[in-house]
């Protein structure tokens, strides 16, 4: 593996685990568990194990439900007649094709789902993640355009071009934690399996810059602030 790049996404994570960082960890579900593993090896004097490729995607897809939310918060306020948050809406869309459709999904397509395809296994699932890849970029697409121009004889449409896309969205990732992320191990051999972690952090640089994961994640936190759902106690319901 490759350990001279202490500002990769990996060296990144681990380095959050130990400084007791929650932020990253927020909606990762079972990822998190790694992180807790780092600070513990943190603890007691061993070397931070690093994040693997699956871990990675899965890491990725927490800064895309955060968007997600952002899109349905968003999507209320425009559904009322109001644009407060227009412009919070055309740069969270911005990001969603950057970092999802130009950048995560393009990894599934050319690394994760072949595999699998291959070795006939989730052949349908696949399948139908690629449809809603396409999909998805379709309507990331008409969110950008209809965003940034108000004027637009369709712009009513935009809240429903919105929850559409975060309907099929969720769904879409939890199929991709629990199922194809899951068994990825199961049709990659243990050294190509260390190689595509080696490969997706390239990748990482070169499509989205240095640091571009954190630089993602600073991205997202600020439009949730700007749309108010930045604080996440205010999401705990009470009696």
Do not use: C, W
Not at 87 to 107: I, P, T
Not at 126 to 136: E, F, N, P, Y
Not at 171 to 190: A, K, Q, Y
Request: glycine share 8%.
């Amino acid at each position: 593996m490759n350990h001279e790049q202490p500002q990769s996404r990996r060296h990144f994570l681990a380095a959050a685990a130990a400084g007791g960082a929650g932020l990253v960890a927020l909606n990762l579900g079972r990822s998190a568990s790694a992180l807790a593993a780092g600070a513990s090896s943190q603890a007691q004097g061993q070397e931070e194990p690093e994040i693997t490729p699956a871990e990675d995607l899965m890491f990725e897809h927490g800064v895309i439900e955060r968007l997600l939310l952002i899109y349905n918060a968003a999507a209320a306020d425009l559904a009322a007649g109001r644009q407060m948050y227009l412009q919070s809406v055309a740069s969270a869309a911005q990001l969603v094709r950057k970092f999802a459709g130009d950048y995560h999904e393009k990894m599934e397509e050319q690394y994760v789902f072949p595999r699998f395809e291959k070795a006939g296994k989730h052949a349908e699932l696949v399948k139908v993640l690629r449809t809603q890849h396409d999909a998805g970029r379709d309507l990331t697409g008409r969110i950008i355009q209809l965003s940034g121009d108000p004027s637009h004889p369709k712009f009513s449409d935009l809240p429903g071009l919105m929850r559409s896309f975060t309907a099929m969205y969720f769904p879409h990732i939890s199929r991709e934690n629990s199922v194809l992320f899951r068994d990825l191990r199961r049709v990659v051999p243990p050294r190509e399996y260390d190689e595509m972690g080696d490969r997706f952090e390239q990748i990482e640089q070169e499509r989205l810059g240095h640091e571009g994961y954190e630089h993602a994640l600073a991205q997202v936190g600020e439009i949730e602030k700007q749309v108010g759902i930045n604080d996440l106690a205010k999401f705990t319901p009470h009696a």
